[in-house]
């Protein structure tokens, strides 16, 4: 009986957890404004710069989607030999965000699902966006971690990766 009030009890915590930590436009929002260098807010879209890096976030509470994204470079100006190890690095360096083409630009992105968010992973998403733009043509990585496989550096040097917690 204790293990059954203890599992029920358990079960009530996760869920109400689970409930209350949904993400919002607003907050997502004040989640930026607070890490960014400047920011430039409309609603559901904010354009920031940290470090010198420029963002674009944009969110949709209708359909349940964001996206944390930083240009690179356009791609008409990507040789095959990068267009290649951007899509290697997708597998094994870019964890989870994305190299992606779209308007004839390269974009380092996170796409996730807005409500389940959380504002670790919000803070997470940011830095794995900007440290994949700031090691695209060296090591083309996001964190630290890298899936094994062939690595699609140029480079022979490694650049120290930490996750971005605070104002950079």
């Not at 029920?8 to 689970?18: A, C, P, Q, V, Y």
């Not at 919002?24 to 400047?38: A, F, H, Q, R, V």
């Not at 791609?75 to 964890?95: G, I, V």
């Not at 440290?131 to 964190?143: E, H, R």
Request: no cysteine; glycine share 2%.
């Amino acid at each position: 009986m204790k293990k059954v009030i203890f599992s029920l009890f358990f079960l009530s915590l996760f869920i109400s957890n689970g409930n209350s930590q949904k993400m919002t436009p607003s907050k997502l929002g004040t989640m930026l404004e607070k890490i960014s260098d400047s920011i430039v807010s409309q609603k559901t879209q904010w354009r920031f710069i940290i470090k010198n890096v420029p963002f674009i976030t944009i969110a949709d509470s209708t359909h349940n989607r964001m996206r944390i994204m930083s240009p690179i470079v356009e791609s008409d100006k990507l040789s095959e030999e990068l267009k290649t190890a951007s899509l290697m690095a997708n597998f094994h360096t870019a964890l989870d965000v994305k190299y992606a083409i779209s308007d004839n630009v390269l974009w380092s992105v996170f796409i996730h699902p807005l409500k389940e968010l959380t504002e670790d992973q919000v803070l997470d998403a940011v830095s794995q966006v900007y440290y994949a733009k700031v090691n695209f043509g060296t090591t083309f990585s996001s964190t630290s971690l890298v899936f094994p496989g062939k690595k699609p550096e140029k480079k022979s040097e490694k650049p120290k990766i930490k996750r971005l917690t605070e104002k950079i």
